[in-house]
């Protein structure tokens, strides 16, 4: 209270606007909010860059991470020990990653997931190994038939049971298209969620691509209270950029929605990624409606 008092009284005998006072007082605060690393693609080119990336990203104050870059038992070609080792080094947590492994059209006919569960089991050891929390697939085409779409949930449920089993938790990524029809008869989104077991299978919602998909977020929350454990904060460029996105409701229902983590996802910049990573951060520390948690 009295450091905060100080810099008031600094500010003021400055002359300091309150914007200048805004932005001083938002240093004091900490919030916990991730970055989908998908969004620093372009920087993480190899080792030599990794770091460094990072570190940068905990400046501006990140304080998680969901990884976007596993193969062959590796994050970003670094081990999963490296890469947790990197990560907690530069300030920040592991939380979470995207990865996934489709079926096949064979195995989508036959509904034979077993070769498909091996690789699970391999990349949910080597998450373990890297502190993750959650896996998420981040993307499934839309069905042909209502047919395909529930032998994909029970695909779903077979690899969230399995992660379940060993400490980790599943879910799904949303982009636009699963609120098309399948058939013209179902949702596509809303069929996975009914048939899905909560247990096993939670959603990632993209704000962003939700409202593209002309959807509400605040309505599936209401509809679908609690299956959202985590959330993209997403906008069409850095957050808050475009008033696209009812970002004060969604934040407001989150509590109905189930979220316990959220990570900010840029896919373009309006001009630098690094200013447009800063801003988009920026913009959630200074609004009152974004909690310091979503954990608890």
């Not at 940068?56 to 998680?64: C, E, I, Q, R």
């Not at 475009?242 to 189930?258: E, H, L, Q, R």
Request: aromatic share 12%.
């Amino acid at each position: 209270m009295k450091k905060l008092k100080f810099l008031v009284a600094v500010l003021l005998m400055a002359g300091s606007s309150l914007t200048g006072f805004d932005s001083v007082a938002q240093t004091l605060k900490k919030k916990d909010i991730g970055l989908q690393l998908y969004s620093v693609r372009s920087l993480i080119k190899n080792d030599a860059d990794y770091f460094p990336v990072l570190k940068k990203l905990s400046a501006m104050g990140y304080t998680a991470v969901e990884a976007a870059g596993f193969s062959d038992g590796k994050f970003y070609n670094n081990s999963p020990q490296d890469f947790k080792s990197k990560v907690e080094k530069a300030g920040m947590k592991v939380v979470s990653s995207h990865a996934t492994r489709n079926l096949s059209n064979e195995e989508l006919a036959s509904g034979d997931f077993s070769k498909a569960l091996e690789w699970w089991s391999k990349a949910i050891e080597a998450h373990k190994a890297a502190g993750m929390q959650y896996i998420v697939t981040p993307w499934m085409e839309v069905p042909k038939t209502i047919k395909d779409l529930d032998t994909q949930c029970k695909y779903l449920n077979e690899v969230g049971k399995l992660c379940r089993q060993n400490g980790l938790k599943y879910g799904y990524h949303n982009h636009a298209h699963e609120f098309q029809k399948v058939e013209d008869k179902v949702i596509m989104l809303d069929y996975m969620i009914e048939h899905t077991n909560p247990q096993d299978v939670f959603f990632e919602m993209d704000v962003y691509w939700t409202v593209i998909g002309r959807s509400s977020p605040v309505d599936y929350f209401n509809k679908y209270p609690g299956r959202f454990t985590a959330l993209h904060i997403k906008d069409r460029r850095e957050i808050g950029q475009s008033g696209m996105v009812g970002f004060d409701a969604i934040f407001k229902n989150a509590k109905t929605a189930g979220v316990k983590h959220i990570f900010v996802e840029l896919e373009e910049v309006s001009v630098d990624l690094e200013k447009g990573l800063k801003e988009s951060i920026d913009y959630l520390l200074a609004a009152p409606y974004v909690q310091a948690s979503y954990a608890k």
